[in-house]
């Protein structure tokens, strides 16, 4: 996402994040032609529920590491740093 010697100025973060998103949901609406369901795990999750829906097909998510998710019975590990939960 970042080349050269210096990261770009925040300045076009915006713009750089909705042609990221664009080129994204083209790739996953181009490999969803023609499907009846769309699986998706890890970042293709956010453009897949708007692929599929605009398509009318189904949206599975699959996740590779369940123990992450929220459940009553396994919560979610607790992350390092100052937000770290008691």
Do not use: N
Request: charged share 15%; hydrophobic share 40%; with cysteine.
């Amino acid at each position: 996402m970042v080349t050269g010697a210096t990261p770009p100025p925040a300045a076009g973060l915006p713009r750089r994040a909705a042609e990221l998103v664009a080129a994204q949901s083209g790739a996953v609406a181009a490999a969803a032609a023609g499907c009846d369901a769309l699986v998706a795990a890890g970042m293709r999750q956010f453009a897949a529920r708007s692929v599929t829906g605009k398509l009318g097909i189904r949206s599975v998510y699959a996740s590779y590491q369940p123990v992450t998710l929220p459940s009553p019975h396994r919560p979610p590990q607790p992350r390092p740093g100052p937000f770290r939960r008691t």
